[in-house]
């Protein structure tokens, strides 16, 4: 009887543990990729654990592809030149390349696997931009929907980036929000300041990053941010300049025209800031102290909607209203525009109109 | 009367489907009818998975179990099997078919709790299929399910746009559907009987 | 009732926090395939299909987008006002691409009926035929929205 139990648990035993015997062996043979290399730019090699996404597997490796939905493969910002070892191309990709981009090799990195040697080919930018660990120094109002926040360097200590790019900050967990998320923010400081960065946060409503930011961050937390990315920056040239920025695109516009002062430009500069009534101008007195420091520069924030409170005896409309006035010489002017994708193109149209040349606007659009 | 493995493949199915005769699978049957693309992905799955568990619970059962006696036992080894195997195809398909993983490799999860698989199992024991009669069997067991889902899909994605009274939405109308597609296909019941 | 694993990640995406704070679904229990057979058959009753509807919003989503800023009046019934900010969303259903957010504001002038969507919503309508759950932000009652919409 004894002897009949143990036998049968036994057996059932050695069942059970030659399946999961089964599965080990298989698991060990067939999902462990071992060792990768990934060849970067036929230059660069990095040595990698195989097994998951080319895109996690890269910034474990501190080389960060932008990307803004977190690998779920719905942004196609992680586009890349991928030469060999990314195996066939999945349903998931095909909507973000075209017949062009795959005939180029084009895949996207977060739904790439790495299961072998990969050779990818990527922009030498990408080099620079790294993950920073830094402390909340101080945090501003600068109007009733929009927060300054000043970002001190721990980790790597020092950044290095053009006026006029962006870095994407990372949320922390908060209250019901359980996922930690990055999002896109310019960097409004000057890079002469290599230790800290501010950024302009204007709050969105139901927005995971900007309401953490607006109501949970406090001055003295640490924060994690990459960057910097985007290639919206000053141009080295001798043309005309005329900035036009909305709501709270006046980040990256901030920098460069900070940048500016500290290098002594002679160029003609304008920079047209529109809001819709008075309580959405910020930075204005700092703008009208800029102004002083160069030979030839008209700040002109403008109101389309001022009410009878704003009190506004300033100018009134919209941007391209002013183009007349402020641009002296369209063929010799570059412009740059951030703000909604609506008034870029209203304001690329005029541009083109008063016959700035489309190889001299350069913008960020909100992305 | 000794039943060729052919006419066993065609009867299982046609005049005895495994989810129209039987009632088997249903779960997994109701909740991915919903688009013709995902349950043609399901059913593929279950005809391969039918398949080869088929030809593997066979040879458990007649060289492990009745040898040693332990053929009381069989669900839980069956059951054992049957996961393992799904788990083992889902390891071996992730590394050397992305494509396939990316369309079959989302249900092969759904499939170990299918309890068509488990039946048609259990059926080519009660039954006393031989080797390539169980093989059949499960096959055509699979073909079958592919067939009812399918057929289940392509109707509720016409309802879909449809009006449909709110008390009878969802499983209910389904399963309405389900019941006169079985006794559709009970005209095929007088072409041969294997159970 | 048993969810396929998209099912379920499409689930996940729609509560509380997956892509918005808020969610999709507010506080409506049902499973999303009857929240959408719902719908579906409400616009059936009314006659119009989600495509019409999708296109209409389509329409006034672009005369807001192209002009910045401003209000717009159409044939003097409708006002359209947008909002803009900055990032991009997401499709909780995990079709590729990103959508603008901020909030397109429609004003029918005749029947002084307003509502607000977003320009996710006209693609979760026509790609899906989701209006969002009961007491969502974003619910989109598919009578008012027809109401609104058409003369």
């Keep these: 009887m004894l002897f009949g139990i143990i036998n049968t648990v036994l057996i059932v035993s050695a069942i059970s543990g030659i399946l999961a015997f089964l599965l080990v062996i298989a698991d060990l043979v067939f999902a462990n990729y071992g060792e990768c290399k990934i060849t970067i730019n036929d230059k660069k090699e990095v040595k990698v654990e195989g097994g998951d996404s080319l895109l996690s597997t890269l910034n474990e490796n501190k080389i960060f592809l932008a990307s803004a939905c977190g690998g779920r493969g719905s942004c196609g910002f992680c586009r890349c030149k991928v030469t060999a070892g990314a195996g066939p191309i999945l349903p998931t990709e095909k909507p973000f390349l075209s017949p062009q981009d795959i005939k180029d090799d084009f895949r996207l990195a977060c739904q790439v696997k790495v299961k072998e040697d990969i050779k990818i080919e990527i922009p030498e930018d990408i080099f620079n931009i790294k993950k920073f660990k830094a402390k909340v120094s101080q945090i501003k109002d600068l109007t009733h929907d929009i927060k300054e926040l000043h970002l001190q360097l721990l980790e790597p200590q020092e950044i290095d980036f053009k006026a006029g790019q962006y870095v994407q900050l990372q949320s922390n967990k908060y209250a019901k929000i359980k996922k930690s998320v990055s999002r896109a923010y310019s960097i409004s400081s000057s890079p002469d300041k290599n230790k800290e960065i501010e950024l302009i946060i204007r709050k969105v409503p139901d927005g995971i990053c900007t309401t953490w930011v607006h109501e949970y961050l406090q001055e003295g937390e640490e924060v994690n941010f990459t960057g910097p990315f985007g290639d919206f920056y000053i141009r080295d040239s001798k043309a005309d300049m005329i900035f036009i920025a909305g709501g709270s695109g006046k980040a990256p516009i901030k920098s460069m025209i900070e940048y500016l002062s500290k290098h002594k430009t002679e160029r003609r500069m304008v920079y047209i800031f529109g809001a819709r009534a008075r309580k959405d101008l910020y930075y204005t007195e700092h703008f009208q102290n800029l102004e002083k420091q160069f030979p030839d520069f008209t700040y002109l924030p403008i109101l389309s909607r001022p009410t009878a409170q704003c009190n506004w005896n300033g100018k009134c409309g919209y941007a391209p209203n002013y183009f007349d006035e402020f641009i002296k010489d369209p063929k010799n002017t570059e412009a740059y525009l951030c703000g909604s994708p609506g008034m870029i193109d209203a304001v690329e149209k005029g541009l083109k109109k008063k016959g700035v040349s489309s190889e001299n606007i350069y913008y960020d659009k909100f992305a | ?195 | 009732m048993k969810e396929t694993p998209q099912e379920k990640k499409i689930r996940q995406n729609l509560q509380e926090s997956g892509i918005s704070p808020q969610g999709f679904l507010g506080e409506d229990e049902r499973h999303i395939h009857e929240i959408v057979a719902t719908d579906l058959a409400v616009l059936e009753r009314l006659g119009k299909t989600k495509e019409e509807i999708a296109d209409r919003m389509e329409f006034f989503s672009q005369e807001a987008f192209s002009h910045y800023d401003g209000n717009v009046i159409i044939d003097q019934i409708y006002e359209i006002e947008y909002d803009t900010v900055r990032g991009k969303i997401p499709c909780p259903f995990d079709h590729p691409g990103l959508f603008r957010k901020g909030e397109i504001t429609l004003n029918n002038l005749h029947k002084n009926l307003k509502i607000s969507w977003t320009p996710l919503n006209i693609h979760m309508i026509r790609a899906h035929g989701f209006f969002e759950g009961k007491g969502a932000k974003h619910r989109l009652e598919p009578k008012d929205l027809i109401e609104i919409l058409f003369k």
């Design chain 2, 1 to 195: 009367m000794e039943l060729s493995s052919f006419i066993i493949f065609l009867a299982a199915i046609f005049t005895s489907n495994i989810l129209l005769t039987n009632f088997l699978g249903m779960c997994s049957f109701l909740s991915v009818s919903k688009e013709i693309e995902s349950s043609l992905g399901l059913g593929f799955a279950v005809v391969f998975v039918m398949t080869m568990t088929s030809a593997l619970n066979y040879l458990v059962y007649h060289h492990i179990l009745v040898p040693m006696n332990i053929v009381y036992l069989q669900y839980i080894i069956f059951i054992l099997v049957i996961a393992a195997f799904v788990q083992l195809i889902e390891i071996i398909i992730e590394r050397f078919s992305p494509l396939l993983y990316y369309s079959l490799g989302i249900f092969l999860p759904l499939i170990t709790v299918n309890c068509a698989i488990l039946g048609v199992s259990l059926f080519l024991i009660i039954r006393n299929y031989s080797f390539v009669q169980s093989v059949a069997y499960g096959a055509g067991s699979g073909l079958g399910w592919l067939l009812a889902i399918l057929a289940l899909a392509g109707i509720r994605q016409k309802v879909k746009e449809k009006f449909v009274p709110i008390g009878l939405r969802g499983a209910g109308l389904s399963l309405i559907i389900t019941g006169i597609m079985a006794l559709a296909f009970i005209g095929f019941s007088g072409v041969v009987i294997i159970q």
